[in-house]
């Protein structure tokens, strides 16, 4: 057979193979403030479930990347004007973290400041993005609220934890380098709702409704967990998929069959009694025992999950 030909950019080959090869497991540990916002419940639950594994391609990681790189310059901008800009937290040293009563749900700020020419005296969580020239045009016509609805609900959740009344949200176009400025005052309605969204989803030991039962729905065109919800996909065994995990208090998780606490790790590697949570499987549940449940599927056909019965 004859050989492959070699790539003929295998720089730029190279350099996106290192951001896919540094970009982590996939799975994040706690329910991020970042996706709150979203508008099905179920695609969020199936994130904190570990349903799907986050993978990109090395030229989106990049330009995540040029997003995190950006915050460096926001914030010597907005101190370069007299802003005072803390945007590491002095308890710690590091990133401000935020987490809800039950140590499950929240994130990271960008930084905190105070002195902005607007409102002198008013602290605020400051949130900094980079943006598409027509993601860029919507918010510059609709505001943050409408055309960025995930990053609205972020910045309430911060400032519902962080107790803080207002939000600074710094925006830059990637194509021209123009600001966009925004003040988000703190709307402790809207908060608790989305306090109160986090907690369901992540004491719901199921999917959440589908906000559409047709795959060709836009929203779930682009979902990242389709497969699994309409698909046949079925996530790997880890301790978020297994029927017998359940998040306690602290940020923590327990194995109900294994009456143990499980930690990060753990909770990676599973182990031989995991057993899918029911829904998580594209069939009917048919009967159930000690260590097994089976199930009629899609095909027809009959699939045991867990320990297999013993051969005659
Ligand atoms: S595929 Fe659609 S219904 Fe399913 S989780 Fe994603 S957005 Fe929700
Ligand atoms: S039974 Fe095993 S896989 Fe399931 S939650 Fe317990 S330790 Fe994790």
């Known amino acids: 057979m004859a050989p492959l030909p ?6 730029v080959t190279a350099i996106y193979a290192a951001y896919e090869a540094g970009q982590g497991d996939g799975y994040r540990d706690h329910l991020g403030a970042s996706l709150i916002g979203g508008s099905c419940e179920r695609a969020t639950w199936y994130s904190w479930r570990w349903a799907t594994r986050a993978r990109h391609t090395g030229r989106l990681l990049r330009l995540f ?3 995190n790189l950006a915050e460096a310059r926001f914030v010597a901008d907005l101190r370069r004007i007299g802003v005072t800009v803390m945007d590491v937290d002095p308890a710690t040293g590091r990133q401000w973290t935020l987490r809800d009563s039950s140590g499950h749900f929240g994130g990271s700020m960008d930084a905190v400041g105070i002195g902005f020419p607007e409102a002198p005296k008013a602290w605020h969580v400051c949130e900094f993005k980079t ?3 027509k993601s860029f045009a919507a918010l510059a016509k609709d505001g943050v609220e409408k055309s960025k609805p995930l990053h609205w609900a972020q910045m309430q959740a911060y400032m519902h934890l962080a107790g803080i009344e207002r939000a600074f949200y710094l925006a830059c176009n990637k194509d021209t380098d123009e600001l966009y400025q925004e003040r988000i005052r703190y709307d402790a309605e809207a908060a608790l709702r989305i306090l109160a969204k986090a907690e369901r989803i ?3 030991p ?7 039962a047709d795959p060709s729905w836009f929203e779930c065109r682009f979902c990242p967990h389709a497969e699994a919800c309409h698909g046949d996909a079925v996530p790997e065994r880890h301790c978020r998929s297994c029927l017998h995990a359940t998040p306690a208090a602290d940020g923590a998780w327990t194995c109900e069959r294994q009456r143990m606490a499980l930690g990060i790790r753990e909770q990676r590697q599973g182990c031989a009694a995991h057993l899918f949570i029911p829904a998580l499987i594209h069939g009917e549940q048919i009967d159930a025992g000690e260590d097994w449940v089976s199930y009629r599927m899609r095909d027809g056909g009959e699939w045991r999950d867990g320990v297999q019965e013993a051969s005659a």
Request: no cysteine; proline share 18%; aromatic share 0%.
């Open 6 to 11: 070699q790539p003929s950019t295998p720089t």
């Open 65 to 67: 990347d040029t997003g």
């Open 131 to 133: 943006h598409s020239a």
């Open 202 to 204: 992540i004491a719901s």
């Open 206 to 212: 199921s999917p959440p409704a589908r906000i559409s």
